[in-house]
Nanobody, 127 residues
Protein backbone atom coordinates (compact mmCIF):
# COMPACT_ATOMS: atom_id res chain seq x y z
CA UNK A 1 0.00 0.00 0.00
CA UNK A 2 1.34 3.41 -0.99
CA UNK A 3 -0.07 6.55 0.56
CA UNK A 4 0.19 9.82 -1.33
CA UNK A 5 -0.23 13.36 -0.06
CA UNK A 6 -0.21 16.42 -2.31
CA UNK A 7 0.60 19.99 -1.32
CA UNK A 8 1.46 23.30 -2.90
CA UNK A 9 -1.83 24.32 -4.44
CA UNK A 10 -3.22 27.82 -4.12
CA UNK A 11 -4.66 30.90 -5.79
CA UNK A 12 -2.45 32.51 -8.43
CA UNK A 13 -2.70 35.01 -11.26
CA UNK A 14 -2.52 34.38 -14.99
CA UNK A 15 1.08 33.76 -16.02
CA UNK A 16 2.23 32.82 -12.53
CA UNK A 17 4.10 29.68 -11.60
CA UNK A 18 3.35 27.07 -8.95
CA UNK A 19 5.04 23.86 -7.85
CA UNK A 20 2.99 20.97 -6.54
CA UNK A 21 4.57 18.33 -4.34
CA UNK A 22 3.53 14.78 -3.61
CA UNK A 23 5.08 12.73 -0.83
CA UNK A 24 4.73 8.96 -0.81
CA UNK A 25 4.72 6.79 2.30
CA UNK A 26 4.00 3.19 3.10
CA UNK A 27 5.31 0.54 0.71
CA UNK A 28 7.77 2.91 -0.94
CA UNK A 29 10.50 0.29 -1.19
CA UNK A 30 8.79 -0.87 -4.38
CA UNK A 31 9.50 0.95 -7.63
CA UNK A 32 6.49 2.74 -9.07
CA UNK A 33 5.70 5.14 -11.87
CA UNK A 34 3.72 8.24 -10.94
CA UNK A 35 1.25 10.50 -12.66
CA UNK A 36 -0.51 13.80 -12.05
CA UNK A 37 -4.16 14.18 -12.95
CA UNK A 38 -6.56 17.08 -12.55
CA UNK A 39 -10.27 17.53 -12.28
CA UNK A 40 -12.05 20.77 -13.00
CA UNK A 41 -15.61 21.42 -11.76
CA UNK A 42 -18.16 19.29 -13.61
CA UNK A 43 -15.47 17.67 -15.75
CA UNK A 44 -13.87 14.24 -15.87
CA UNK A 45 -10.53 13.68 -14.18
CA UNK A 46 -7.88 14.04 -16.86
CA UNK A 47 -4.27 13.01 -17.29
CA UNK A 48 -1.69 15.79 -16.95
CA UNK A 49 1.77 14.22 -16.73
CA UNK A 50 3.56 11.01 -15.80
CA UNK A 51 7.08 9.87 -15.03
CA UNK A 52 8.58 6.43 -14.76
CA UNK A 53 10.55 5.28 -11.74
CA UNK A 54 14.03 6.23 -12.94
CA UNK A 55 12.81 9.56 -14.28
CA UNK A 56 14.07 8.96 -17.82
CA UNK A 57 10.64 8.92 -19.40
CA UNK A 58 8.13 11.73 -19.00
CA UNK A 59 4.80 12.17 -20.73
CA UNK A 60 2.49 15.20 -20.86
CA UNK A 61 -0.93 16.06 -22.14
CA UNK A 62 -0.66 18.43 -25.10
CA UNK A 63 -2.26 21.36 -23.27
CA UNK A 64 0.56 21.55 -20.69
CA UNK A 65 3.52 20.50 -22.87
CA UNK A 66 6.24 23.12 -22.53
CA UNK A 67 4.65 24.73 -19.47
CA UNK A 68 4.60 21.92 -16.90
CA UNK A 69 7.50 19.75 -15.76
CA UNK A 70 7.17 16.55 -13.78
CA UNK A 71 10.11 15.34 -11.71
CA UNK A 72 10.87 13.10 -8.76
CA UNK A 73 13.37 12.54 -5.97
CA UNK A 74 13.21 8.86 -5.12
CA UNK A 75 15.51 9.11 -2.10
CA UNK A 76 12.94 11.47 -0.57
CA UNK A 77 9.88 9.64 -1.96
CA UNK A 78 8.73 12.88 -3.53
CA UNK A 79 7.23 13.80 -6.89
CA UNK A 80 6.84 17.35 -8.20
CA UNK A 81 4.86 19.18 -10.82
CA UNK A 82 6.35 22.52 -11.80
CA UNK A 83 3.66 24.61 -13.50
CA UNK A 84 4.59 27.74 -15.42
CA UNK A 85 2.57 30.28 -17.38
CA UNK A 86 -0.64 29.23 -15.69
CA UNK A 87 -3.99 30.17 -17.21
CA UNK A 88 -7.61 29.86 -16.01
CA UNK A 89 -8.03 26.56 -17.91
CA UNK A 90 -5.51 25.05 -15.47
CA UNK A 91 -7.88 25.61 -12.56
CA UNK A 92 -8.66 22.22 -11.04
CA UNK A 93 -7.99 19.87 -8.18
CA UNK A 94 -4.66 18.19 -8.89
CA UNK A 95 -4.09 14.58 -7.88
CA UNK A 96 -0.95 12.54 -7.56
CA UNK A 97 -1.29 8.85 -8.46
CA UNK A 98 1.05 5.86 -8.39
CA UNK A 99 1.15 2.72 -10.50
CA UNK A 100 2.23 -0.66 -9.19
CA UNK A 101 4.91 -0.87 -11.91
CA UNK A 102 8.12 1.08 -12.36
CA UNK A 103 7.50 1.62 -16.07
CA UNK A 104 4.80 3.66 -17.79
CA UNK A 105 4.40 1.23 -20.67
CA UNK A 106 1.62 2.04 -23.11
CA UNK A 107 -1.09 2.50 -20.49
CA UNK A 108 -0.64 5.57 -18.35
CA UNK A 109 -3.37 7.96 -19.50
CA UNK A 110 -6.33 6.47 -17.67
CA UNK A 111 -7.21 6.73 -14.01
CA UNK A 112 -7.56 2.94 -14.00
CA UNK A 113 -3.84 2.64 -14.82
CA UNK A 114 -3.04 3.85 -11.31
CA UNK A 115 -3.56 1.94 -8.06
CA UNK A 116 -2.98 4.65 -5.46
CA UNK A 117 -4.26 8.21 -5.20
CA UNK A 118 -3.80 11.23 -3.03
CA UNK A 119 -6.58 13.48 -1.79
CA UNK A 120 -5.75 16.30 -4.18
CA UNK A 121 -4.73 19.94 -3.92
CA UNK A 122 -6.69 22.86 -5.36
CA UNK A 123 -5.12 25.12 -7.95
CA UNK A 124 -7.03 28.25 -8.92
CA UNK A 125 -5.81 30.62 -11.60
CA UNK A 126 -7.57 33.95 -11.37
CA UNK A 127 -8.34 35.98 -14.45
Amino acid sequence: QVHLAESGGGLVQIGDSLTLSCVASGATDSAYAVGWFRQAPEKEREFVAAINYNGLRREYVASVEGRFTISRQNHKNMIFLQMDDLNPEDTAIYYCAARTQAALGSSYLRTSDYAYWGQGTQVTVSS
